[in-house]
């Protein structure tokens, strides 16, 4: 089984936030890249730019497929991890770690509480 940290929060899209005050830190799971394989390229977007919750905001590629990275919640890029770009295999070794995504300042925290907990998305990896 895919590791799962308590402390995180996940979307059925296989995303996971870490929510500090207003600032999310957005990622994919370890379920998520085990899925896709090795990653070879990732598309982030600029700071300052602004998604709707649900909106695609990324892009990772692996040599198995392409996969669309959804904005778990509604906010503006505050920065995108720049080292995925130039090594995206960051994303395999370490999706909780060094392999974030992207930190947005979060429009509407509440909103978090409409994210998964770690047992929900549990059993959703499973299926």
Do not use: C
């Not at 799971?29 to 899925?35: E, I, V, Y």
């Not at 390229?41 to 600029?46: A, F």
């Not at 300052?48 to 778990?72: C, H, L, N, Q």
């Amino acid at each position: 089984m895919s590791k799962i940290p308590e402390e995180l929060r996940y979307t059925r899209e296989h995303e996971w936030v870490r929510l500090e005050g207003d600032v999310a830190t957005v990622g994919i799971t370890d379920f998520a890249q085990d899925q896709l394989g090795e990653v070879i390229y990732v598309e982030l977007p600029p700071a300052g730019r602004t998604f709707a919750a649900g909106a695609t905001m990324a892009v990772v590629e692996s040599v198995k497929a392409a996969s669309d990275i959804y904005a778990p919640l509604e906010g503006e890029v505050l920065e995108n991890n720049a080292k995925l770009i130039e090594e995206p295999g960051g994303l395999n070794r370490s999706p909780y770690g060094d392999g974030w995504l992207v930190k947005m300042r979060v429009a509407n925290p509440a909103q978090a509480g409409a994210l998964l907990t770690p047992e929900a998305y549990a059993a959703i990896a499973k299926e």
